[in-house]
C-alpha cells in the first residue's frame, strides 16, 4: 500500500500544471513561439474586425521579434493598402520578395502602387508592367512555388548523384573519425532555393485568401493607366509646352483612328528643346490602348478645341513623325492650360529639377 501511495504521489508531481485560463493560444505554433503566436493571432482578430491601425501596431510588434517570418509582412501589407501607408506597402512588399520569391505574382502589383504614390515613377512603371505579364500569362504563386521544388529536387538529385559516383570512385580514406552515414550528409543549399527558414507561409487563412485577393488583369491595367495617364508620368516627354490652338488641316478622311493635324502656336516652352513656333501636332481622339470608336462614333469640328484656347501639350519625343508632332499617351498629352493643370506642372517641374 506504501508503495502504492509512492507511485501516485510521483505521478502527480510529473503531470503538467494546467491554469484555469490557459488556451490554445499558447500553442507555440507556426511561429515557434508562444509570445509570437499571440502577438499575431490578436493582429489577425484586429484585422478582421477592421481595426486595422491596432492591427498594423500588433504585426510590426511581432517583426520587431522575428523579422523573417513571412505571414507578418503579408498581414500587415494588407492593414497598410486599406490605410493607404504606401511606405508600409513598399517595405513589406520587398520582405515578401526576400523571404518567398514565389509570391511575387501576388504582390507585385500592390509594391508598384505604392512606388508610384510614393513618387518613384520609373520603377512604379516597371513593377506595373511585371504585374500585368504575370496576370496575362497566368503566373500564380502556387505555380512558382511548385518550380522552384521541382527545380530545387532535380539540383538536390544531381548532387547526389554526383556524390554516390564519387565514393564509388574514390572510397573514403579511413579516418581516426567514424564517417557518417550516407544518408546523413547535409544537403548544400543552392542558389535557386529561396530562404525558407522560418519563412514558409503556413497560415491557413493566408493561404487561402484572407491576407491578399487576387488582383484580376483589369485591375492592373487600372493600376498602370492610373499612373501612365498622369502628370508625374507625363513629366518624362522630352518636350513640354504652352500652346495655342488655331486650327486644323480638313480632309474627307478624319476618321477615330484617322486623325487631322492640329496647328498650334507656341507660347512658352516649359521643358526640352526650342521647336519652330508653328506646331503641327497629330491631333488623336483617343489614348493608344482604346482603339475602338464609340458607337456611331463620326468626326466633326465641334470634336476639335476652340480656337484661341490655351493648352499644354506633352510631346514624347521631339521628332515629327509624317510632318507631325505625337503626343504623350495620345489624346492625354494634351490638356486645358487651366489655373489646377498649370500650378501641378510648374510644381512638378520645380520638382524634378531640383532632385
Same mark, same amino acid.
Given at each position: ?55 498594423? %501596431? ?22 497598410? %493598402? ?65 518550380? %522552384? @521544388?521541382?527545380? /530545387? ?21 579511413? /579516418? ?25 507561409? /503556413? ?40 500652346? @495655342? ?81 505625337? /503626343? ?28
Amino acid at each position: 500500500m506504501k508503495h502504492l501511495y509512492i507511485y501516485l504521489l510521483f505521478t502527480l508531481m510529473c503531470c503538467p500544471i494546467v491554469r484555469a485560463d490557459q488556451s490554445t493560444s499558447d500553442a507555440v505554433g507556426d511561429t515557434g513561439s508562444i509570445t509570437l503566436t499571440r502577438i499575431y493571432g490578436k493582429a489577425q482578430e484586429l484585422d478582421r474586425l477592421g481595426q486595422h491601425q491596432a492591427a498594423t %501596431i500588433q504585426y510590426k510588434k511581432a517583426i520587431g521579434i522575428n523579422p523573417n517570418f513571412v505571414d507578418f509582412y503579408i498581414g500587415l501589407c494588407k492593414c497598410a %493598402i486599406e490605410q493607404k501607408s504606401w511606405s508600409d506597402v513598399s517595405m513589406c512588399a520587398q520582405n515578401i520578395f526576400r523571404l518567398d520569391p514565389a509570391l511575387k505574382p501576388d504582390y507585385t502589383i500592390d509594391y508598384g502602387e505604392a512606388l508610384y504614390h510614393l513618387g518613384k515613377y520609373d520603377e512604379a512603371e516597371s513593377n506595373l508592367k511585371t504585374a500585368l505579364t504575370y496576370i496575362d500569362k497566368n503566373i500564380t504563386s502556387e505555380k512558382l512555388h511548385k518550380e %522552384i @521544388q521541382a527545380k /530545387t529536387d532535380k539540383e538536390q538529385m544531381a548532387i547526389t548523384k554526383k556524390i554516390q559516383e564519387s565514393q564509388m570512385t574514390n572510397p573514403p580514406i579511413a /579516418t581516426t573519425q567514424p564517417q557518417a552515414p550516407f544518408n546523413q550528409i547535409a544537403q548544400p543549399v543552392t542558389t535557386s532555393q529561396p530562404n525558407t527558414e522560418n519563412t514558409n507561409s /503556413t497560415n491557413a487563412e493566408a493561404s487561402n485568401g484572407f491576407h491578399t485577393k487576387k488582383r484580376s488583369s483589369e485591375d492592373a491595367q487600372s493600376i498602370v493607366n492610373k499612373y501612365r495617364l498622369s502628370f508625374e508620368s507625363a513629366l518624362k516627354s522630352e518636350c513640354i509646352l504652352l500652346a @495655342q490652338y488655331e486650327g486644323y488641316v480638313k480632309n474627307d478622311d478624319i476618321r477615330f483612328n484617322h486623325p487631322p493635324q492640329a496647328n498650334y502656336h507656341i507660347k512658352k516652352f516649359l521643358k526640352g528643346p526650342p521647336l519652330n513656333p508653328s506646331l503641327p501636332v497629330r491631333y488623336d481622339f483617343h489614348i493608344p490602348k482604346e482603339t475602338d470608336a464609340p458607337p456611331n462614333w463620326k468626326f466633326s469640328a465641334d470634336k476639335m478645341p476652340k480656337p484661341g484656347s490655351l493648352w499644354i501639350i506633352f510631346i514624347e519625343n521631339a521628332v515629327p513623325k509624317h510632318g507631325m508632332y505625337e /503626343t504623350y499617351e495620345g489624346s492625354y498629352g494634351r490638356q486645358e492650360a487651366n489655373d489646377d493643370n498649370l500650378n501641378k506642372i510648374y510644381d512638378l517641374i520645380d520638382k524634378s529639377s531640383g532632385q
